[in-house]
Each structure stands twice: as C-alpha cells, then as structure tokens.
C-alpha cells in the first residue's frame, strides 16, 4: 500500500499501478486506472464583499445593494452551495437577521441606525471566515481625506493614482462604472493595500464611454466618505453637433442659444464651443467660448442682412458641428 500525500482539496485523481519483478528488468502494463475525490474542506478565504447605498425619499429607510465575489483562489477547496448574510443595528445585536442565498448579491431594506453585516461562504465541510462591512448611520459624517485623484492611460491599463491627507489608512476600494449604469449592481470594485495607486487592463473600460471612478479609504470595516472623478479612456469627436437657437434678431446683434449635447453622444469631455457666422456674400466669422457657456450674443453685424450660424462642439478628438440656421437682422 501507498499513501499518496500533497494533494489538493476536492479534486479527483485518477491512479494505476504497474509492477515488476525483483528478478526481471521489464515492468508489467499499467492496471486500469481507479479514480477517486479528495474531501472537501471549508472556504479558507472570505468573499470579496462591496455595497452601494441608495437612499429612498424618505430619510429613515435606504436600500443597502451587497455584492461579492469569490476570490480566486486554486485549487478550490469545494464546491460553493450558498451564502449566509447576517446583519443587525451596531447598538443592538439581538436583532440579528440571517438570510441564506445562492447568489452573489442581495438587497438589504434598513433605517437610518448604522448597520453591521457579515457574509460567509459554504459548502459541505463548513463556512468561510467572515466578511464584514459597516453601515453607516444616515447623520453619521465622515471627513474627505482623500485630496486628489487622476487617472491616465497607457497602451495596456488604466491607471489611477490618489493622495490621502491620513498616512495611517493602508486600504482603499477603488469602484468604477459607467456613467449612464443605473443598476447598483453593474458596478465593479477592487480592494487595493498598502498603495494609493491601482491599475488594470484597458480591456475592462470601453473606449468613448464615460466612467465614474471613485476611491473609498476604509477604516477597519468602515467605508469612509469617498474621492470621485470621471474619465474616458479614450476620445472620439463627438456623434453630432448643437442646434442652434437664434431667437429674435436686431439690428446690429443677436444672441445665439444652444443645449447641451446628449451624454451619450459626447464621447468625450466637451471642451469649447465654436460659433461659425456668415453673412451672404460676406466673409465667416467665428467666436469661441468655454464648455459651460450655452449662449453667446453675436455683435457688431451688418443690418438688413442674412447670416447662417452653426455651432461646433469639440473635445480632445476634434469637433462637430450642428445644422446651419439662418437669421436676418433688422433694417431699423
């Protein structure tokens, strides 16, 4: 007999023998092969746990979305069958609630108390260590210790580099999703130690796509007030142009209005406007203005005499212009 040592957990192996005589140098064929599972033993990690708080109009209730995920760990130890979440009022543990899921979130209905909530995962042989979030209070104020943040892009990743105003914090959540994403659970996250820089394939972020990226500074089990930014990480001219609105002319002037372009439309950070202006027969002018105006008054002009306006939009890939209008100023 032989015991067959270092193997992994819950793992089928296969074994066949083969034999030879003390007086031959020629080994015999191999048996069939007898196949056989190492036992399970419990998750000896805890879940990767996130949640996103939505608060209701009214400010005693809020729906707290949890989700998690398995860390990856190999070989696995078992087979997962469920999850069990357990939470309570931090001030009154005999309110402990317990659910059991086999998925990989929840939603969790809670008043204004702060909130303790721990996830485990199971399987045959026993459950995980815990994993362990605090809610806060809905008065409860946490100070801004995160001062900046930036992201940029190489060939391969997405970079994203933070400053804290607290050395002594050593672990953030850096969570990301896009902009227009109004499910809480199409958000992703990652648990970053002892660094206040994170990177990841480009692969995870669609180009012309603009993506709320925020970094969470935890104290313990507690998620601290968070430092949010946006970014594309990459530009496209927008998909089309402003209309222009021309209103109603005078003499000599005219004010020109235009709406913002539509977000998914963008595909990139609008970073001016352009008024292009034309009387007939005449010479095009153009007046340029920043992104967060949306009217400009066209002076100087010629009375009694018809212009074509149009408007471009642009960010860092180029510009795109709106439907030309026409408009003619007054005589008197």
Not at 119 to 141: F, H, M, Q, V
Not at 185 to 210: L, M
Not at 295 to 304: G, I
Not at 319 to 326: D, L, R, Y
Request: hydrophobic share 35%; glycine share 4%; charged share 25%.
């Amino acid at each position: 007999s032989c015991n067959l040592t270092g193997l992994w957990d819950f793992t089928e192996y296969s074994v066949t023998i083969r034999c030879i005589s003390v007086v031959s140098i020629f080994w015999s064929e191999w048996s069939k092969g007898k196949t056989a599972s190492t036992e399970e033993k419990a998750p000896s990690e805890k879940v990767d746990l996130w949640r996103v708080i939505v608060s209701s109009h009214s400010s005693e209730s809020r729906s707290v979305h949890l989700m998690w995920k398995l860390l990856n760990s190999f070989p696995p130890s078992g087979r997962i069958l469920g999850y069990k979440i357990q939470y309570f009022p931090e001030n009154n543990t005999a309110l402990k609630i317990t659910n059991i899921s086999t998925d990989k979130k929840t939603i969790l209905l809670l008043n204004e108390e702060a909130y303790i909530i721990s996830i485990t995962a199971y399987n045959s042989a026993g459950y995980s260590p815990e994993a362990i979030l605090r809610i806060p209070s809905t008065d409860e104020k946490t100070s801004q210790i995160i001062e900046t943040v930036r992201t940029f892009t190489t060939n391969e990743e997405v970079v994203v580099e933070w400053i804290a105003s607290e050395p002594e914090v050593t672990e953030y959540v850096v969570e990301w999703y896009k902009e227009l994403e109004t499910d809480p659970f199409g958000r992703s996250w990652q648990y970053v130690s002892n660094s206040t820089n994170w990177k990841t394939n480009k692969k995870n972020f669609k180009p012309f796509i603009c993506y709320n990226i925020s970094v969470y500074p935890l104290y313990g089990n507690t998620v601290a007030a968070p430092y949010s930014i946006q970014t594309y990480v990459q530009e496209k001219k927008p998909s089309e142009g402003p209309v222009a609105d021309t209103g109603i002319p005078g003499k000599n002037e005219v004010m020109i209005k235009w709406k913002e372009i539509a977000k998914d439309k963008r595909n990139g950070f609008i970073s001016n406007y352009t008024i292009f202006y034309k009387p007939e027969d005449g010479k095009e002018l153009n007046e340029t203005v920043n992104s967060d105006v949306l009217q400009y008054r066209l002076k100087s002009l010629q009375a009694n005499t018809q212009y074509t306006v149009y408007i471009m939009a642009s960010n860092e890939a180029g510009g795109t212009s709106g439907e030309p209008k026409t408009f003619k100023t007054l005589k008197f």
